[in-house]
């Protein structure tokens, strides 16, 4: 088999079983390509079953420092090096092609800093890397959906848990139970719906009113902690910093909110505080994020 029907197969698997999205298809179908044609030069042969055998970790390093010598950043090349794993899993899996190249390969280190809000992008990639690490495709759409529901509609890792099948069918907006007993409605964007419909359609478990709606392995009720393990697993395959947590994904939803205009009344009762105090950390939260933005891109700031 030619690398290039290894590749397609792989695709396939993504997007049949594991439903990624577009964005995230492109993406890996981007980082294939790439390793393929390194490969053939690399090596002077095309990669295909045969080849594949001869493979090193040597080979995945010189991949990589192809790629930041061509600016990628560390956050970058450890989604790509994440996607290889996946590609090598899935070969191993279904033809038995060895995982050994990719083993060995660590990650690039992301440097530390002050906490800061998950970006849209890296939240999509962490609920997404948190799917892929998944061998069943229904346990693979329920990490996805739960982390993507966090991130999307500002919930609490518990108040998620706490769904019941009751809430189906999803509309535009979704009831939640906070502390306290105190119901609030937030917005379900149509990406996150999505994402909880895939989950559905794969999950074997029935859904009646009173059971959960996300289910752990045995059909018992999802516990936060596995979820939580889910993240950091995809936290540390991406080399995204350890404040990179589920409860990150409800931070990041409120300042994103906020960068783009909305009112902190309005971001209180999305969120479920009962004191517009405890709100009021994200106006900190967004200005410390402005500020490294200009320390980094504003030419007035790069003087002395």
């Known amino acids: 088999m030619t690398g290039e029907a290894l590749l397609a197969g792989w695709l396939d698997s993504l997007r049949d079983e594991r439903r990624l999205s577009v964005h995230t298809l492109r993406a890996y179908a981007d980082t294939g390509r790439r390793f393929l044609d390194f490969v053939a030069h690399h090596r002077g042969v095309p990669l295909d079953e045969g080849s594949w055998h001869d ?73 997404d890397a948190a799917g892929e690490a998944q061998d069943e495709p229904w346990l693979a759409a329920r990490d996805t959906a739960a982390l993507l529901l966090l991130y999307g509609a500002g919930l609490r890792i518990g108040e998620a848990m706490g769904l019941t099948a009751a809430v189906l069918p999803l509309g535009e907006t979704l009831a939640v139970t906070g502390k306290r007993g105190k119901v ?61 947590t589920p409860h990150a994904l409800r931070h990041s939803f409120a300042t994103h909110l906020l960068a783009r205009g909305a009112d902190l009344r309005s971001i209180q009762e999305l969120l479920g505080h009962a004191s517009l105090r405890s709100t009021q950390i994200y106006t900190a939260v967004d200005a410390a994020h402005l500020l490294d933005v200009y320390r980094g891109s504003h030419p007035k700031a790069q003087r002395g």
């Open 55 to 127: 493979l090193t970790s040597a080979d995945v390093r010189a991949f990589l420092s192809a790629r930041r010598g061509e600016g990628l950043r560390n956050v970058s090349a450890a989604r790509l090096l994440s996607a290889l794993r996946t590609w090598f899993a899935w070969a191993e899996r279904r033809h038995g092609l060895p995982a050994v190249a990719v083993a060995g390969v660590r990650a690039p280190k992301v440097p530390r800093g002050l906490p800061r809000p998950v970006s849209p992008a890296d939240a999509r990639a962490v609920a």
């Open 184 to 244: 609030r409605m937030v917005v379900l964007l149509p990406v996150v719906r999505d994402a909880i419909a895939d989950y559905l359609r794969l999950c074997p478990w029935p859904m009646g009113r009173d059971l959960p709606l996300f289910r752990g392995a045995k059909g018992g009720a999802l516990q936060a902690d596995v979820l939580r393990r889910s993240m950091r697993g995809a936290r540390v395959a991406l080399g995204l910093p350890d404040s990179a």
